[in-house]
């Protein structure tokens, strides 16, 4: 396979591959709000989304590197998702939106872990810059966005689920052009195992950044959980939610247009520790409730606090990690930092925002603080800095 038709298909599929979290992240908790869940359901709810993914994530990325069907493994992720959130589409009450929004949450985690190892070890492989790929997932999350926010001017917002699942079905369709998991050209490769996993995971330093990585990610999780029901307590209209979080996503995908320039210039340990600083200070800002021109500006940090941090992350496990356990090595971190950390941070956050409203923020800029700390201290430690 050349390295243009590489490209043109991981680009396709990355170009649908967040369609469907464009529309869930911002407005997934609206409709919540509208089954008439409490604050401390439609926290539960997302968490519980986030928290199963602690069991399907390593199953599917080890499952990969065992048999090395990556792309199966994403097909018949794919298709699952579709028909769950289409099923979730006809419950109602909070027990069984929360079983199904569970089952549709398992099956949606594999596939983004996996497409990851996929883009970045390709893009080693053929010399491609890996930012040029990912920015097609960013536009598809910001494309889910804006097309969300306008829809929901004009139609009711129980629609929400249904725009999820149609996004997802696109999404398993383009699954089918994903290059075969031979098309690397790699060479043989010992199989992996379990033991050689966490032997690589629980190194001093791989500690360290997975410490740092994932706490600067679950800083989002406030955010994620109730950024938009705070911009609709502030009084925006579900049109302006959709351009602050279209705003926060083209600025990451600028980013991801220059990322090679940003790797060269910086390396994966100093990207983690900008892209965590820039969360200080978008958290800070947030928490002082400022006025919407204010929100718009500080949305492009998001650049920063997710793009950096995740630029970084991918680089230093394809630096550091070899290439027959990426796989599981991708599906620990996001266990962590997409599971563990992010679920507890997302379900806390029903609490922290009814007692502290927009100022809970604050508490986000402590934790990206500490993961800030930690990345200062990874440069000090990794052997791979530059």
């Known amino acids: ?77 794919a298709f699952g998702t579709f028909a769950a959130y289409l099923l979730l589409h006809f419950m109602n009450g909070f027990v069984p939106i929360l079983i199904v929004g569970m089952l549709a949450a398992a099956m949606l985690a594999p596939i983004a872990p996996l497409t990851e190892v996929l883009a970045i070890e390709g893009s080693a492989h053929f010399g491609i810059d890996y930012g040029r790929i990912r920015l097609w997932a960013s536009l598809s999350f910001l494309a889910g966005s804006l097309i969300a926010g306008a829809l929901l001017e004009v139609i009711p917002v129980h629609s929400v689920i249904l725009l999820i699942a149609a996004a997802q079905g696109l999404g398993a369709l383009v699954t089918l052009v994903l290059p075969h998991d031979g098309a690397l050209r790699l060479g043989e490769q010992t199989p992996t195992s379990l033991p050689a996993v966490f032997a690589v995971a629980l190194s001093a330093v791989f500690v360290i950044f997975m410490a740092a990585a994932s706490i600067g990610q679950s800083s989002h999780g406030l955010l994620y959980a109730f950024g938009s029901v705070y911009y609709d307590d502030l009084g925006f209209s579900k049109l302006t939610i959709g351009e602050l979080w279209a705003v926060s996503v083209t600025f990451e995908i600028l980013m991801f247009a220059f990322s090679g320039v940003f790797y060269k210039r910086f390396g994966s340990v100093t990207l983690i520790a900008i892209g965590t600083g820039c969360g200080i200070l978008r958290w800070f800002v947030m928490g002082l409730e400022p006025p919407l021109a204010m929100m718009f500006v500080i949305s492009a940090l998001h650049a920063g606090s997710f793009g950096l941090t995740h630029l970084g992350t991918m680089h230093f496990i394809r630096e550091n990690v070899p290439d027959n356990m990426r796989n599981s090595m991708q599906g620990l971190f996001s266990v962590l930092s997409s599971g563990i950390l992010m679920s507890a941070t997302m379900w806390s956050s029903g609490p922290l925002y009814g007692l502290m409203g927009g100022k809970a923020y604050f508490v986000m800029a402590s934790y990206s603080a500490i993961a800030f700390a930690l990345a200062l201290i990874l440069r000090r430690v990794s052997p791979r800095v530059h």
Not at 10 to 38: E, T, Y
Not at 44 to 61: F, H, S
Not at 64 to 69: C, E, I, M, V, Y
Request: hydrophobic fraction near 60%; avoid cysteine.
């Open 1 to 77: 396979m050349s390295s243009r038709i590489f490209g043109l298909r991981l680009s396709l599929f990355n170009a649908v591959l967040f369609l469907g979290s464009g529309i869930q992240l911002p407005f997934l908790p609206l409709w919540l709000k509208d089954k008439a869940l409490s604050e401390g359901e439609i926290a539960l709810v997302v968490a519980m989304m986030m928290a199963v993914r602690i069991l399907a994530i390593p199953v599917g990325t080890f499952v990969a590197d065992l048999t090395g069907s990556r792309r199966i493994i994403i097909i018949v992720s």
